[in-house]
């Protein structure tokens, strides 16, 4: 069985606000040869395309460690709420930097997006679930039938709530599946307009508050054979421009997510703020994923190396091969088009 993730919800495309600089004691491992690189090697702004999500890319923009890395360029954080809009966003060349999920991120790929793979961000487990309104009477996935069961198409979340009644042998039209952006789900939940959810972080705990029960996890569907997770990507253009800027982020990102496995404490209040949880709802959330360094990048089981690339493109493959099944794209690729796309080569030793 492929030992990695198979994909990940997403964010939308409503710009956010640039981020602001906490200074909460995590500096990026770069910083120190920052001045290396001349400032006509650098772009006048940095847009990165964000997912609320409890890793460690959301760390750095709670800590401000690109706006530290990079003092001289505008650093614009644009919040997103599905992978698919991510795709878009890089389709249209808006963002330089974005965040997707497995089936996302292999649609992008099967169908020729100009982006490339440059760093897995986490693994999913618990931190996506079926969560079903108490009263709705729903236990099982058998109780599914003829119920109003809301997600984001096209998300981790889609993929794994299709991978469940597959394992399940359950025939997805006895179930009213309806397709809606995450702040959407929520608002319907708290209307009664459907009985349950597919959903990540934090609308997951949001749910849960309000008289939900979890039917099953995204960590229980990945044990049968359909992992899920994030992973970035880069515009190609940009990382054509400036290669020496995206191993900087690279650095920022290991920068966060070491902060976030040292200090969970601390980086659970930077992050709260981000989530709209409370601390100990978003430890929690933190403690259901399992997040990436850089050093963790090159290993076998995820992007490998260019002389031995790891699992990670076979995975993208077998998830687009799920989404020709699902009909959600035309034609999968061969696996060599998905390794080809994940630039394994950024974390060489120099």
Not at 28 to 41: E, I, L, M, N, R
Not at 310 to 330: M, Y
Request: net charge negative; charged share 25%.
């Amino acid at each position: 069985m492929i030992a990695v993730l198979a994909a990940c919800g997403g964010n939308n495309g409503d710009a956010g606000k640039q981020s602001a600089s906490s200074g909460n004691g995590a500096s990026s491992s770069s910083s120190a040869g920052a001045s290396a690189t001349a400032a006509t090697d650098l772009p006048k702004e940095i847009r990165i395309g964000y997912q609320v999500s409890p890793n460690g890319e959301l760390t750095a923009k709670a800590l401000g460690l690109a706006e530290k890395e990079f003092p001289g360029v505008k650093i614009s954080w644009l919040k997103f709420d599905s992978g698919r809009d991510v795709n878009t966003a890089i389709a249209s060349g808006s963002i330089d930097f974005g965040l997707v999920g497995t089936p996302p991120g292999a649609s992008a790929v099967a169908q020729g997006l100009p982006d490339e793979i440059y760093y897995i961000h986490d693994v999913i487990g618990e931190s996506e679930a079926l969560v079903v309104q108490d009263a709705s009477g729903i236990r099982s996935l058998e109780d599914l039938k003829g119920k109003t069961i809301a997600t984001t198409f096209g998300s981790t979340s889609h993929f794994s709530l299709l991978s469940a009644l597959k394992q399940a042998n359950i025939d997805p039209s006895a179930i009213k599946i309806i397709d809606m952006q995450a702040p959407d789900l929520l608002a319907a939940w708290q209307r009664g307009d459907i009985d349950g959810a597919y959903i990540w972080q934090p609308v997951q705990s949001k749910l849960l508050g309000e008289k939900g029960k979890i039917v099953i996890t995204s960590k229980e569907v990945a044990e049968k054979g359909a992992l899920t997770g994030e992973f970035g990507v880069v515009h190609k253009d940009f990382i054509a421009k400036y290669p020496n800027v995206v191993k900087r982020y690279i650095a920022i990102l290991d920068a966060g997510t070491k902060y976030y496995r040292d200090h969970p404490k601390e980086a659970s209040e930077a992050l709260s703020k981000e989530l709209g949880l409370t601390p100990e709802e978003t430890l929690k959330a933190m403690n259901e994923i399992t997040v990436l360094d850089a050093s963790q990048q090159t290993d076998p089981k995820y992007m490998g190396t260019p002389e031995q690339p790891g699992e990670f493109g076979t995975l993208l493959k077998a998830t687009a091969d799920f989404l020709v099944e699902q009909k959600s794209i035309k034609e999968a690729p061969d696996v060599s088009v998905f390794q080809k796309a994940i630039r394994n080569d950024l974390y060489a030793k120099s």
